[in-house]
């Protein structure tokens, strides 16, 4: 009879597809690199001249339009920028200065800057600036 026949119920199970979605979201949180942007807020001088940035291992020192310094985003003064900048070069690989300022920032504070890395046995400096 027509009746004593069983329909059978396919159901789909999920359970292990959400589970590979899971480890695929917890892998590519756990490589992923985030870019942190910086804290103090500047624009960058325009410059129609200039080349690529070189990667390599820096410091980065940045000048606001207020005449604030932070040296690889810690506050810092003028009169403890030396000693900063010492400490920060000490590292390994470590032996070229970056510096950003806010094109309303005032001349002198960015001489004082490149004085000062030199003084801490910089070996380069560069001058980051964007192009118009």
Known sequence: MASSRRRAHSILNLTPL???VF??????????HFIEDQAIDIVLPQAKQGGEAREREFVEVVVNAAGDLSVNGRPVTLENLEETLRGALHAPETRFVRLRGDHESHLGLSVSVIDAARAAGAESLDILTRQP
């Open 18 to 20: 959400i589970d590979i």
């Open 23 to 32: 480890l695929l979201l917890v892998f590519f949180m756990l490589t992923s």
